[in-house]
Antibody
């Protein structure tokens, strides 16, 4: 059974770079034709899709964050990562990694538990 | 694509029907495969969202059959036929029609009356 686990600093200073990693267990990140995604949820708010990546390195990002976001994959470690540059208080949120069920049905069928990121000096 | 859910919150008695609506800013129906690119999620406090429905009406494996998705084009509905205590949650719709971005509704909070 595939499981996902986010990790990374819970506190980031304004203007610095947020870096998170999602570790995939119970299955290979390169099998099944799945994409892998990051989604965030601001406190008490709804869900915001950030972007996704395939094991080949092919990516897609939401337009509003495209200039600041990089998602990368490390197939040897069965992990994928999120980098968000120049963070502000508006980037404080719970960050989730998830599996995309299939590229044609871009829904998210397996999620990590989420990691809280605070932006403060 | 803007997704708008209604109502924002809803209180239903146990055993009664709960209905949540989702309206998209443009049609989510594909001309090529005749499928609606709409999903529903359930999020309980302190937990990540759980996929319930995709293709507007296809139930994810393991989801109880009291959850039903319906609708087409721009108007969609999630119906819980007989509300159980464990169904208290926030429900989100999501469109995946756009090739540019994936977007969610603002959420509907479902409580017990």
């Amino acid at each position: 059974q595939v499981q996902l686990q986010e990790s990374g600093p819970g506190l980031v200073k304004p203007s610095e770079t947020l870096s998170l990693t999602c570790s995939v267990s119970g299955g290979s990140i390169i099998e099944g034709g799945h994409y892998w995604t990051w989604i965030r949820q601001h406190p008490g708010k709804g869900l915001e899709w950030i972007g996704y990546i395939y094991h080949s390195g092919s990516t897609s990002y939401t337009p509003s964050l495209r200039s600041r976001v990089t998602i990368s994959v490390d197939t040897s470690k069965n992990q994928f990562s999120l980098m968000l540059t120049s963070v502000t208080a508006a980037d404080a949120a719970v960050y989730y990694c998830a599996r995309v069920k299939h590229l044609t049905s871009r829904v998210f069928d397996i999620w990590g538990q989420g990691t809280v990121v605070t932006v403060s000096s | 694509i803007v997704m708008t859910q209604s109502p924002d919150s809803l209180a239903v008695s146990l055993g009664e029907r709960a209905t949540i609506n989702c309206k998209s800013g443009q049609s989510l129906l594909s001309n090529s495969n005749k499928k609606n690119y709409l999903a529903w999620y359930q999020q309980k406090p302190g937990q990540p969202p759980k996929l319930l429905i995709y293709w507007a009406s296809t139930r994810e494996s393991g989801v109880p059959d009291r959850f039903t998705g319906s609708g087409s084009g721009t108007d969609f509905t999630l119906t819980i036929s007989s509300l159980q205590a464990e169904d208290v949650a926030v429900y989100y719709c999501q469109q995946y029609y756009s090739t540019v971005s994936i977007t969610f509704g603002q959420g509907t909070r479902l409580e017990i009356k």
